[in-house]
């Protein structure tokens, strides 16, 4: 099922991209709405089909003794870095802001990479392999976004997959996906401030 997963997930990728390449007015609004839902859709598909708890998701609160501090020094980290070096952004508009990059995307990518794929990743391949896996899923899911669209810096990759490093060791520690949430939501609202 893995590996369903993980072709599920390239090809709705490049469909994604595809998309943005051949509709590039069109993308800022649609593409990323439809491309969250899919993405959060298959792996809650998969809870319902094999009747596991929602909790196996990572959807629980865990550790929470690591895991307010951790979210509070990634929160923290991240306006920094953001701060001095990227100080220009291109600006959506509020309503693709409020509910695509601080709301709705962080949610629907945190609940598959961290809260699916990582966890599975991890009892196949070993749980740093699979972490690293997960990360650079993560990452490429930031390629469409520099390539087509250039409304990203060509940083967002590598960053994207050190965000998902760190989230990945949060979500080992914790057991949850809640605080890589609100560590996901804060980091792309600050991305936008600035």
């Known amino acids: 099922m893995l590996k369903i997963a993980i072709i599920f997930y390239i090809v709705t990728l490049g469909i994604y991209a595809l998309i943005l390449y051949l509709f590039p007015d069109l993308a800022i609004w649609i593409p990323s709405y439809v491309y969250h839902v899919v993405i959060l859709g298959f792996p809650l598909a998969l ?20 895991g307010v501090p951790a979210t509070l020094a990634v929160i923290v980290i991240s306006f920094l870095v953001w701060w001095f070096l990227n100080r220009q952004f291109t600006a959506p508009t509020l309503n693709h802001i409020l509910f695509s ?4 995307g962080p949610a629907a990518e945190e609940i ?5 794929l990582q966890p599975k990743l991890e009892a196949d391949t070993g749980k740093w392999k699979g972490l690293v896996i997960a990360s650079l899923l993560f990452g490429m899911a930031h390629l469409p976004r520099i390539f087509l669209r250039q409304a990203a810096p060509p940083t967002l ?37 600035i």
Not at 112 to 116: A, E, P, Q
Request: glycine share 10%; hydrophobic share 50%; with cysteine.
């Open 47 to 66: 809870i319902i089909y094999r009747r596991e708890s929602i909790q196996s998701l990572g959807l629980r609160w865990g550790k929470w003794k690591i």
């Open 101 to 104: 990059t601080i709301i709705w």
């Open 112 to 116: 598959l990479f961290r809260g699916y």
């Open 157 to 193: 990759v590598p960053e994207a997959f050190i965000l998902g490093f760190v989230f990945g060791i949060i979500r080992d520690r914790t057991g949850s996906i809640y605080y890589l949430m609100l560590c996901h939501m804060a980091y792309n609202l600050i991305v936008t401030v």
